[in-house]
């Protein structure tokens, strides 16, 4: 998992680089996408190994193999409910609403 770890390093410091210059233009958009993208499939690989960058702790496991119901869960919808209120437009919110009562 630190490869990977060192993986997202790498990206962020690639995007810290385009944000510093100030302009985005139509080809650095581009690599900006491809670089949230990356970062982001990196993040879900590292969550579904039970990998958490904060702190590098792993998530606990119940008798059955199931994540339990700790902090992690509490921290995720937090997480969620960010992103929810950050996002772009009316049909992201609403996906991120129905995410978030499902997951209640």
Known sequence: ???????????????DKITKRGELSPGSLDIVDKLT???KSLETILAMNGYSGAGYTYRKRDGMGRYSRDDARESFIAE???????AP????????EKFLAEMK
């Open 1 to 15: 998992m630190a490869k990977y770890e060192e993986l997202k390093d790498m990206l962020c410091e690639e995007l």
């Open 37 to 39: 993208h990356s970062i």
């Open 80 to 86: 969620a409910y960010e992103l929810m209120e950050k």
């Open 89 to 96: 437009d009316e049909h992201t919110k609403r996906k991120f």
